[in-house]
């Protein structure tokens, strides 16, 4: 959907601008503002926490003890904080904390990971043996050898309300937010000022933040290389027994089976469960061409996948729905500085960066007041994305 057309208004000046209001976006412009003593812009081509980003979909999974690799541990203990923090500047729960069950088998790369994770950094945890993973979670269809480990920290989020949160606070802290105005250029002078060019206005600022999700490779160029736009789906199930999937008893999870990957969260429309495959579809070349819905023929096959692991479903699905999101080829997210330290491009969050996101926002915090960037890494950089696809980086 393309965003609303609109009229010219005043010209901008200010310290900070953050390009892109969704995820990432709300997040940098929330830790800026919180901060003080610079003033703050933020533009969104559509309105605040709207339909079509990489956000939506009811609930995200929160885990520390982490499938992607322990490398990641400290930005979500990070991150863990700042959702406590959101919550306290609004008032509001959005990381509701029923633990995050992964099942599978010990000897798979990401079981491994998430041991490892539990282990390295002392996390609060249960490891449980198959027989314990039946008898404790009579919801999931438990194979012969599957194992399970309950990453207490973990959980589910609200994706939209957090979204709407951090853009709220930000805005109580000062922070000047521009909805259904599209950016269509980002240059810096000679002076290391940024020009931020929008169907509306132009925008002058001493440093740029660039959180534009899935849309990244329309504005720059160096991305398309390393940015692919996943198709990602969403599907709901009815289960005949609700009181069995209600967060006090059942955790989120993540489940990995012959090459099948689920994952999911707790009922918590009163009625359905999410419960969902995480890839349907290849990458497309723009989020215009993601596709509107799954296939009859697909849904029918991710129900029955659905039902082989929650026998209590009903394989119809109730609700489904497409997203999208940037991934990178090995899911390694793109957080870079550009050569005249003026502009911080933040996308390529792969599929987990939800969870991460206030930790991010930190990020963009220390890049807009000039201090030092912690949860950096130089794999990070688009640079060592490029040097990586030279090398011929497996996909994760
Ligand atoms: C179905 C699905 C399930 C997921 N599950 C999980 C999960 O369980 N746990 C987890 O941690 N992560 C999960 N993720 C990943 C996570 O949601 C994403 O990594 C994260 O939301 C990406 O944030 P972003 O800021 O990069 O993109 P977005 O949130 O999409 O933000 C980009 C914003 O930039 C705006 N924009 C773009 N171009 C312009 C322009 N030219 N002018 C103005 N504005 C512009 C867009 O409108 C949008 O608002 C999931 C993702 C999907 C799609």
């Not at 208004?9 to 929330?30: F, P």
């Not at 956000?55 to 690799?69: D, I, K, L, N, Q």
């Not at 933040?209 to 490779?217: F, L, M, N, P």
């Not at 991710?302 to 479903?313: E, K």
Request: aromatic share 8%; hydrophobic share 40%; net charge negative.
């Amino acid at each position: 959907m393309q965003p609303r057309a609109q009229t010219t208004v005043e010209d901008i000046e200010t310290d900070i601008a953050v390009v892109g209001l969704g995820t990432m976006g709300a997040m940098s412009l929330w830790r800026i503002a919180r901060h003080g003593g610079r003033s703050v812009v933020g533009v969104e081509q559509y309105g605040a926490a709207h339909s079509h980003g990489s956000f939506t979909g009811e609930s995200r999974v929160f885990r520390t003890a982490y499938h992607e690799g322990t490398r990641y541990v400290p930005t979500l203990l990070r991150a863990r904080e700042l959702w406590h923090e959101l919550e306290a500047d609004s008032g509001r729960s959005l990381l509701l904390q029923v633990g995050t069950l992964t099942v599978g088998y010990a000897e798979d790369a990401a079981v491994r990971n998430v041991i490892d994770s539990v282990r390295e950094y002392d996390l609060p945890h249960e490891l449980l043996d198959t027989a314990q993973l039946r008898e404790r979670y009579p919801q999931h269809a438990v194979n012969e050898d599957n194992v399970g480990v309950l990453d207490v920290f973990g959980g589910g989020m609200r994706p939209e309300l957090s979204v709407l949160s951090a853009l709220e606070q930000a805005e109580r802290f000062g922070a000047r937010v521009l909805t259904h105005e599209q950016v269509i250029d980002i240059s810096v002078d000679g002076a290391a000022r940024v020009t931020v060019t929008t169907n509306r206005r132009t925008i002058r600022a001493r440093a740029v933040v660039v959180a534009q999700g899935s849309w990244a490779k329309r504005l720059s160029p160096e991305l398309r290389r390393i940015i692919s736009v996943q198709p990602l789906p969403l599907t709901w199930f009815m289960p005949h027994h609700l009181e069995m999937f209600t967060p006090d008893r059942f955790p989120a999870f993540i489940r990995d089976e012959g090459g099948v990957h689920f994952f999911g969260a707790p009922s918590l429309d009163g009625y359905s469960l999410k419960v969902t495959p995480r890839r349907f579809h290849d990458p497309v070349a723009d989020v215009d061409d993601v596709p509107k819905f799954i296939t009859p023929d697909r849904l029918s096959e991710i129900g029955r996948l659905a039902q082989s692991f929650f026998p209590d479903l009903n394989p119809e699905p109730v609700h489904s729905s497409v997203h999208h999101d940037a991934f990178t080829v090995d899911k390694v997210p793109v957080v870079d500085v550009d050569a005249t330290g003026s502009v911080l491009t933040l996308t390529g969050f792969s599929g987990h960066g939800f969870k991460l996101a206030p930790a991010i926002g930190e990020i963009a915090e220390q890049f807009a007041f000039g201090e030092a960037m912690t949860h950096m890494a130089d794999d990070y950089s688009i640079a060592a994305h490029v040097a990586r696809l030279e090398r011929g980086a497996d996909c994760l």
